[in-house]
């Protein structure tokens, strides 16, 4: 059997799978070491769900963020804090299992979740399966309406569910029955300027409710005992939810595991049709009638304005991680393998699609099955992938990384003979694009031939040209062609703006570990090592992971 820890991690990694499914890009809300992170790696999931992690962390609400991120801590984040996180990541939708609400007796202890204050504060729709029973629903849902937050329910009537069941004796104000009456509410509550959240509250599935029933049985049982043992004020909680795991064997994290899929699933359906909404404000196009819309995954829609064309790699990236030491002489051994769309060159496309840039991107994949994962991949996030050529003679670019169970890399495989056919002759074919273009960005995988022709395209053309470098080995290359005074960006991370610098001046830079480095040391360095380069790349944006971005430019101090 499975570790809770373990559990809690897998059902994380399956909720984020239903809504990809969707078309929608999951994003888990977490602290670690006293960063935000609204978007949470596989590797950085199963570190917070670890034991030896969770031993050192605590529950993040509102009022815990600023201690946690002062002392470097971990955690996860209650609904209020997510709610606050997501706000400032321009996150407009999330999903969870429940709210916290009223306590019993809350009238005399005051003892309240700030969940349900942030609800009326923070301009966020929060889609959940309601309020446990543990809870007093009656005064939760009466603080809410003071505070202004509109409460309804998704499904068939107004009975507002309590979690583990549909019914809780309780009706809420409002009933929407499809994904798209929900995001006509959220799409009309935050245009107006409203600046409370929403709450959708979703009952929970049927497959779910005869287990929901049997907790909510143990729910009501535990409370009459905490009662009888004269357990009161912020005792109860604790006291009801231990008794009521003991009473189900387990069962009720199986119901809540039932009920958090559920939300994931349609809260991703209402983001789908949020994002239809806005897009086709944007575009111009009337939005869908709310009677008849069904859900559909973004289409790339060609504009009519200039927009940024990006050409670059598309890979398949492949994670291999070892539960175990390495066993050489086993033909297997037991580990997670998990897959992922990538490519530097479709990483930069993808962003510009979420923040609705419609990029025209070039690049080149395999006629097989990767291939069509990652052209597939594309549509689904609204990319426009008519640059991308469907190569026969080649396979589609594919890189494997192997991970031992530390969590360090072992080594990596790549297959990326493909990319050399991303080349001029191939660019060529859609030179009517990139002459509209308002920014050409290009990354360091393509090929010598590709870099020097776009860098003369877009420098007779008076196009801005961005450069990413990719890795330090490639980062050189148009210091190395002589094109790089054409160039009107570049986004180095540290190690490769040392290999920039040396390329251009011949000096030696310094040996040490960027990761050994501290913040001023890598400040100075950036300072240093710009100085040269801006001089010949008008834009320099050195990436510094934690300590942020350093923007180096022509005529700034000191270069």
């Known amino acids: 059997s499975l570790s809770l820890s373990a559990v809690l991690c897998r059902t994380a990694c399956e909720v984020e799978a239903v809504v990809r499914s969707q078309g929608v890009v999951p994003a888990t809300v977490g602290v670690l070491d006293g960063q935000v992170h609204v978007g949470l790696t596989q590797a950085q999931l199963e570190r917070l769900a670890s034991p030896a992690t969770k031993c050192q962390s605590r529950k993040v609400s509102r009022r815990d963020l600023a201690y946690a991120m002062s002392q470097g801590l971990c955690g996860g984040t209650t609904v209020a804090a997510t709610m606050l996180c997501a706000h400032k990541a321009g996150v407009p939708l999330f999903v969870t299992g429940g709210i916290g609400g009223v306590h019993w007796e809350g009238e005399t202890t005051l003892d309240v979740s700030a969940d349900v204050l942030e609800l009326g504060r923070t301009p966020v729709a929060v889609v959940c399966g309601g309020v446990k029973s543990i809870l007093d ?70 497959q779910a409710q005869d287990i929901g029933h049997e907790v909510e049985l143990a729910i009501q049982q535990a409370l009459t005992e905490a009662k009888a043992q004269k357990v009161k004020g912020h ?61 559909m995954k973004p289409k790339p829609v060609r504009s009519q304005t200039k927009r940024p064309a990006v050409i670059g790699a598309s890979i398949l990236d492949v994670s291999a991680k070892l539960l175990d030491p390495l066993q050489k002489e086993a033909k297997s051994n037991p580990g997670s393998v998990r897959q992922s769309c990538g490519g530097v060159g479709r990483n930069i496309a993808e962003c510009l699609a979420r923040l609705e840039a419609n990029p025209f991107f070039v690049s080149a994949v395999g006629n097989d099955s990767v291939g069509h994962t990652l052209i597939t991949e594309m549509k689904s996030l609204g990319m426009d992938a008519s640059g991308v050529e469907v190569s026969e003679g080649h396979s589609s670019a594919a890189y494997c990384v192997f991970v031992d169970a530390s969590g360090e890399v072992m080594f990596g495989v790549g297959d990326m003979s493909i990319n050399d056919t991303i080349d001029a002759e191939l660019v060529q074919k859609h030179a009517g694009e990139l002459e509209s273009a308002s920014l050409v960005c290009l990354d360091a995988n393509l090929p010598h031939q590709c870099i020097q022709y776009v860098s003369q395209f877009c420098w007779e053309r008076k196009i801005p040209m961005w450069y990413e470098p990719t890795c330090m080995i490639k980062a050189s290359k148009p210091i190395l062609l002589g094109c790089h005074g054409k160039l009107t960006y570049a986004s180095p991370n540290l190690s490769e703006l040392r290999a920039m610098f040396q390329a251009l001046t011949g000096e030696n830079t310094c040996q040490r570990l960027t990761t050994e480095l501290s913040t001023a040391e890598k400040f100075s360095e950036c300072k240093r090592y710009c100085a040269p380069l801006v001089q010949h790349i008008p834009h320099l944006l050195v990436t510094l992971g934690r300590d942020g971005v350093v923007h180096s430019h022509r005529g700034a101090s000191g270069g």
């Open 137 to 206: 629903i009656g005064r939760t849902l009466e603080v809410l309406e003071t505070q202004g937050v509109p409460v309804v329910t998704y499904g068939s009537d107004k009975e507002f569910p309590a979690f583990f069941t549909p019914i809780s004796g309780h009706q809420a104000e409002f009933n929407l029955k499809t994904p798209c009456d929900c995001a006509q509410l959220i799409d009309n509550s935050f245009r107006f300027g409203m600046e409370s959240g929403i709450l959708v509250a979703v009952p929970i599935p049927r």
């Open 235 to 295: 005792g109860i909680t604790p006291f009801v939810l231990k008794r009521v795991s003991e009473l189900t064997k387990g069962k009720s994290l199986q119901a809540n595991i039932e009920l958090v899929r559920h939300n994931a699933l349609v809260g991703s359906q209402i983001a789908v049709e949020l994002s239809q909404l806005r897009k086709g404000r944007k575009e111009g196009a009337k939005a869908p009638d709310q009677r008849t819309s069904k859900i």
